[in-house]
C-alpha cells in the first residue's frame, strides 16, 4: 500500500471541505481519465485495489498514472479504551480529494477498453466519478 516514505508531522488535522480543485483537475499525460465529483478521503487500500483493477482489466499494453497520493494520516484508538489519553495512533493514511480532481489517467489503449477498466476502477472508489476524454469540454 502507498504511503509517504517520511513526514515532518505524524498526526495532523483533518482538512476543511472547501472549494473546488484547481490544480490536478485536467488531463495532463493520458487519453480518458477518471474525474472525482464530490469531497471525500480516498484510503490507501481504496487505492490499491482501483489500481489493481486497472492493471487487471488494461494489462501491461497501456500506460496509466495515479493523480493523487495518499500523504495525509488518519489516526484511530484502539477498542475499549476510555476517553481522554490523547490522540490515538496513526491507523493508516488517505488522499483527500475535491470536486475536479483527476484521479488517474489511461492512455494506449481502444476507448472501450479504458472505459472499461475506469468503470470498474471507480467502483472501488468511494467518490461519485466522472470518465472524462482528451479535448472533451468538463
Known sequence: MMQPRKVKWRKQHRPKLKGIATRGNKLEFGEYGLKSLEYGRIFSNQLE????????????????????????????KPAEVRMGGGKGDVEGWYAFVKPGTMLFEVTGVSEE????????????????????????VT
Open 49 to 76: 485495489a482501483a489500481r489493481v483493477a486497472i492493471v487487471r482489466e488494461i494489462g501491461k499494453k497501456a500506460k496509466f498514472w495515479i493523480r493523487i497520493f495518499p500523504h495525509r494520516p488518519y489516526t484511530k
Open 113 to 136: 477498453d479504458a472505459v472499461e477498466a475506469l468503470r470498474i476502477a471507480a467502483s472501488k472508489l468511494p467518490v461519485r466519478t466522472k470518465i472524462v476524454k482528451l479535448g472533451e
